[in-house]
């Protein structure tokens, strides 16, 4: 059974920054995509930023030009880095992993969620 452990939410001033790690652990072959998603209250969960196990990057459009996300493969553990943060980037923030068992087939595993409170 794969664990993500999440770390690094909290509450912040707007313009402020935070860095958010997720650590992978258990037994497979191999993780695939990693990536953040958010989830604000009222409103549907979506894709925040992705990276792939090559080090490509995709990101929403919103957070374009202030979040970096990025991955250190030998620790299983992807970051996403936000700076310039507006309120509007409140939510809960989920990663994601797509973990190989075998070569063929994938399953997507999902943390437990870390709170990013940004204040006005």
């Known amino acids: 059974q794969v664990q993500l452990v999440e770390s690094g939410g909290g509450l912040v001033q707007a313009g402020g920054s935070l860095r958010l790690s997720c650590a992978a652990s258990?037994?497979?072959?191999?993780?695939?995509?990693m990536g953040w998603y958010r989830q604000a209250p009222g409103k549907q969960r979506e894709l925040v930023a992705m990276?792939?196990?090559?080090?490509?990057?995709n990101y929403a459009d919103s957070v374009k030009g202030r979040f970096t996300i990025s991955r250190d493969n030998a620790k299983n553990t992807v970051y996403l880095q936000m700076n310039s943060l507006k309120p509007e980037d409140t939510a809960v923030y989920y990663c994601?992993?797509?973990?190989?068992?075998?070569?063929?087939?994938?399953?997507?595993?999902w943390g437990q969620g870390t709170q990013v409170t940004v204040s006005s």
């Open positions: 994601t992993a797509d973990i190989n068992y075998t070569s063929y087939t994938s399953t997507r595993y």
């Open positions: 258990g037994s497979f072959l191999r993780i695939g995509n």
């Open positions: 990276i792939t196990s090559g080090g490509s990057t």
